[in-house]
């Protein structure tokens, strides 16, 4: 019916069809852009602190001394008094005020 011209019969012509294509990539980039607007970008979804922004890296750490670790896991579970952890540290390099970690403005045993 919507079609019919002359004899009955519609022929499609090729500009036609460039139209019909036109208006479905009208259609496809309406709903592209409206999902864009509508959806957060990642700038704003990335708040966790366990993950770094996207396109970027974690800042590169210092290398871990693995003798200084098992030295502050074996004073932590009372394996060491403070003056061997202090001597320990000293040798490994890291040197420590002779006050102990309850005297007042001293931390903890420090982090490599």
């Known amino acids: 019916m919507f079609f019919r011209s002359g004899n009955g019969f519609h022929h499609h012509s090729a500009f036609h069809l460039v139209l019909l294509g036109i208006l479905v990539l009208l259609v496809v980039a309406g709903v592209i852009a409206l999902v864009r607007k509508w959806r ?31 030295l502050r896991l074996r004073y932590a579970r009372g394996e060491l008094s403070w003056e061997e952890y202090r001597q320990r540290a000293a040798n490994l390099g890291y040197p420590l005020p002779d006050a102990g970690p309850d005297a007042p403005g001293e931390g903890p045993p420090p982090v490599p």
């Open 40 to 70: 957060p970008s990642r700038a704003d979804v990335v708040d966790d602190a366990w993950r770094p922004p996207v396109g970027q890296w974690a800042a590169p750490t210092a290398p871990v001394d693995p003798a200084l670790g098992e």
